[in-house]
């Protein structure tokens, strides 16, 4: 992937992270390239973006060929790519969607992915998200832009894998702080 | 805490939402030709309804979308959310 000369924003906490037990699996993303697309709702019904059909479909994301594409709104998606430089990625879909009256915005500076897995995740999340995790209610594909703690989230569900939890940079510590209490029930003594 | 059912994204916690004052206020076809009293009613003058109210919500925590809710403001309960660009829906 493109190498990007930044500081992750949870360098500090990785250590912190990284000894949570497996039931509580935190682990932070690397940094992805990550695209905020707005099509007009009209035109973005089968409308397929870099090769994968827009999920127009409310509160669910579907994974592409190098990254995922998060329904955000009606009209609002946020595509990521490991793949590509972001303002190439830019470009590139700005190329694309002229033609349909979309636009597309460079924001991988807003928001960093976690990745929590382990059998107790489900529990963690839930002491700050009101939105039913069960894989009944939110299987593999179903997104949530919500609020986990204090910070305002985009939640994936990845099925066995856990979830995926994209947040803003700046709240980034804060809420790895917020999990690593969340999760501290389920540390082992001693 | 109560929970609003967002058009678009399904029942969610009050706490994601903003209020946007009372819904249905046209933009009046011809600003430049109210006088300044007819002006301020627009701008500033608004119902304050016992009962069912037609209001503006914000889904600000979410999808970001304003939508429209009937809610009854003694019990604070919402009977109804439409989108904004349906029509009010005639409650009885």
């Known amino acids: 992937m493109a190498e990007l000369l930044r500081t992750h924003p949870l360098e500090a906490w990785a250590a912190a992270l990284a000894e949570l037990p497996d039931e509580v699996r935190i682990t932070p993303e690397p940094f992805v390239a990550m695209v905020d697309v707005r099509v007009p709702a009209a035109a973005s019904e089968g409308l397929a973006v870099r090769g994968t059909p827009l999920p127009t479909a409310p509160n669910t994301w579907t994974p592409t060929a190098d990254g995922r594409m998060v329904w955000l709104g009606p009209d609002e998606w946020l595509l990521t790519s490991t793949g590509t430089v972001p303002h190439l990625l830019e470009e590139e879909l700005r190329d694309q969607l002229r033609p349909v009256g979309g636009t597309a915005v460079d924001v991988s500076a807003q928001r960093i992915g976690l990745r929590i897995s382990g059998t107790r995740a489900r529990e963690v999340l839930a002491k700050g998200c009101s939105i039913d995790l069960h894989p009944r209610a939110f299987p593999a594909g179903r997104s949530a832009q919500t609020t986990l703690g204090q910070a305002g989230v985009v939640l994936l569900s990845l099925g066995e894998e856990g979830f995926a939890v994209l947040v803003r940079s700046s709240f980034a510590g804060y809420l790895a702080s917020w999990l690593l209490d969340a999760g501290l029930e389920y540390v082992p003594l001693g | ?92």
Request: aromatic fraction near 16%; hydrophobic fraction near 30%; charged fraction near 25%.
């Open chain 2, 1 to 92: 805490m109560q929970l609003i059912a967002c058009p678009w994204c399904g029942p969610r916690e009050e706490v994601e939402f903003t209020y946007g004052g009372q819904a249905h206020v046209p933009y009046p076809d011809d600003p430049a030709a109210l006088s300044d009293e007819q002006w301020a009613h627009y701008v500033f003058f608004r119902d304050n309804t016992k009962g069912r109210f037609a209001e503006r919500w914000n889904h600000s925590a979410g999808c970001r979308r304003w939508f429209n809710a009937v809610r009854d403001t003694t019990s604070y309960r919402f009977q109804r959310v439409y989108r904004v660009d349906d029509p009010k829906p005639v409650t009885p």
